[in-house]
């Protein structure tokens, strides 16, 4: 057996007794770009909200509680938040919110909205409810060293139970705005109304769609910059080379049951129907990382070459489906810096290359960052401090690079 462990080991035990045991049985991880498991032993009060009244408003909060563990010289809260469901009706978010002690400056803290990778599709896969959150979050210590207030949206699904939107671009959008509005409601933050997004795979992916929709959803707010790292843009290119690897597998299990349950459109349509059960056990458990390793928890062998009976790149909805949610659809109007690492066997460096072009003709200011011989994680990883670095002279008015002036 290789790349995962087998059904028959799995107890119906907490999830968190399975990140243990598959961490010490697994030999050979599936290389992915996942975060921890995110595994409390038991339903969590906090994350079950009371019915929303009819007055509530994107950015609502809804309940806060302070989280211990927050780094030196800093403060942290989780909090439930409204957003704005696909349906338009509000639903619940969680999250977590770093503030850095001492005086905020005149006109408030800035704020650095953070989107975090792939975690699961599951409630209990939410960054918030895991030990090690603060971790998770790449260029945490210098974002709060330079002042700003970080907010970390767990995105709708996670947490909160609900309907999951993994890369659904205008829910994982939504998520973010709306944090940065929440945050702005929190009495200990002292922020005022300039912003920054930056997100890793899944949160990269998130915070190009937060920047496309910003405009329109949050006009209230001012971006000052988009950070993303290895982000998923083109989603029926990127899925459609990934299937097939145990990896690529995991993904499409994770997006085609979200969109299933979101869009409301069969399954069968695409998945096999033996393999519809691998589906749903797979989407059940939340997903861990050692470097650029995924922990997947099916033998690979369950995942033969009947998984798919359609191809979702060409198959309708799922075609319109991937394309509706790959960012590029709408400009951002806020400068870019995109990191992409040219090892990366899980969103390919030439997608993205093939984004940052497009971007480029439509009139964007991007940095494109790439990096050399590093894989989907790693990129992130060793580009957090640079990233902190460009959103800190995005607050502070200077000129932003542009690679694509050399293109032009």
């Not at 975690?119 to 330079?146: E, Q, W, Y």
């Not at 050399?372 to 060793?382: I, Q, S, V, Y």
């Amino acid at each position: 057996m290789r790349g995962g462990v087998p059904s028959r080991l799995r107890p119906d035990t907490s999830p968190s007794w399975f990140c243990m045991m598959r961490s010490a049985l697994l030999s050979a991880p599936v290389a992915l770009g996942l975060t921890a498991c995110a595994t409390p032993d038991k339903p969590d009060p906090f994350y079950q909200p009371d019915p929303l009244s009819a007055s509530a408003r994107p950015g609502d909060i809804l309940r806060s509680d302070p989280l211990a563990g927050a780094p030196d010289g800093a403060k942290a809260w989780r909090i439930l938040y409204v957003s704005t469901g696909l349906d338009g009706r509000p639903l619940v978010i969680s999250g977590v919110v770093i503030v850095p002690e001492g005086i905020p400056p005149a006109g408030g803290r800035g704020v650095v909205a953070w989107g975090h990778s792939t975690t699961g599709v599951a409630a209990n896969c939410a960054p918030s409810m895991a030990g090690n959150v603060f971790s998770t979050i790449l260029g945490l210590s210098p974002l709060l060293a330079d002042g700003y207030v970080v907010v970390a949206s767990d995105y709708p699904g996670l947490g909160v139970a609900g309907p999951p939107s993994y890369l659904v671009g205008i829910s994982e959008g939504r998520a973010l705005l709306d944090s940065v509005r929440a945050v702005r409601r929190l009495p200990q933050a002292a922020t005022g109304g300039r912003y920054a997004l930056w997100g890793q795979s899944q949160g990269g992916h998130a915070a190009l769609f937060a920047g496309q929709i910003a405009r329109s959803y949050a006009p209230e707010l001012q971006l000052v910059g988009v950070a993303a790292a290895a982000p998923p843009t083109d989603l029926a290119t990127i899925i459609k080379a990934d299937i097939g690897s145990p990896a690529g597998n995991i993904i499409a299990s994770y997006a085609l049951l979200s969109w299933s349950r979101l869009y409301g459109t069969p399954l069968q349509a695409v998945v096999a129907e033996k393999a519809l059960p691998i589906v749903d056990r797979v989407a059940g458990d939340c997903a861990e990382s050692l470097g650029d390793k995924l922990l997947i928890s099916v033998d690979e062998a369950e995942f033969d070459a009947g998984f798919l009976i359609a191809d979702p790149a060409t198959a309708e909805p799922w075609h319109e489906l991937l394309s509706r949610n790959s960012p590029g659809h709408a400009p951002i109007r806020a400068p870019l810096y995109i990191v992409q690492g040219d090892a990366d066997k899980i969103v390919s460096s030439l997608v993205t290359a093939a984004f940052v072009e497009a971007l480029c003709k439509r009139g964007e200011t991007v940095q494109f960052a790439k990096a050399a011989g590093l894989g989907h994680m790693t990129a992130g990883e060793n580009s957090a401090a640079a990233a902190a670095a460009w959103i800190r002279d995005r607050f502070d008015r200077a000129p932003a690079p542009n690679d694509c002036v050399a293109r032009s």
